[in-house]
């Protein structure tokens, strides 16, 4: 499994539009050409369709993710975001932890920005370990919810 392992993300994402579902493909293939040896980790809960990259197993050690909502919105988040530099203020969030930026269309993703705040987040995640690093470049499903609210595919 790892980054060619796409099949069951595939089946959680049916309920979203083409748009949605390309986004997040696109988001993800980012995401995996700057981190191969880290884990995708999946969680297919009640409200979202979350996807986060870690050194590890470990949802603590997460330092990145994407969150795909039925309300056509859809973020790119960092799970210790309140801990970024975050020097040109674009993350939204102003609780203790999570930050992120909200993904309308690729072209407007600030990708070279975004990328400088992997880097740091990344190496906050190394620094704080929690799990054991030593399996890496997994897709690892973590959760699938019994009950989701999503609206049937039109």
């Known amino acids: ?11 959680f994402l049916t309920p979203f539009d083409d748009d949605m579902v390309e986004r997040a493909f696109w988001l993800r ?18 409200n979202a369709v979350a996807v986060g990259w870690a050194p590890t197993l470990t949802l603590y ?56 705040l992997l880097a740091e987040a990344h190496l906050n995640s190394l620094a704080a370990l929690k799990g054991d690093a030593s399996i890496s470049g997994q897709t690892v499903i973590k959760s699938i919810s019994p009950k989701k609210r999503r609206p049937p595919r039109a």
């Not at 499994?1 to 089946?11: I, Q, S």
């Not at 293939?29 to 009640?46: A, M, Q, R, S, V």
């Open 1 to 11: 499994m790892g980054e060619k392992d796409t099949k069951d993300l595939k089946a």
């Open 29 to 46: 293939g980012f995401i995996w050409k700057l981190f191969p040896e880290c884990n995708e980790l999946i969680y297919d809960n009640y």
């Open 61 to 116: 050690d997460t330092f990145c993710s994407i969150a795909v909502y039925n309300n056509k919105s859809m973020h790119f988040g960092f799970y210790w975001g309140a801990k970024l530099s975050d020097p040109r203020k674009l993350l939204l969030g102003n609780g203790k932890q999570y930050r992120y930026i909200r993904v309308a269309k690729k072209a407007d993703f600030p990708s070279v920005y975004v990328k400088e």
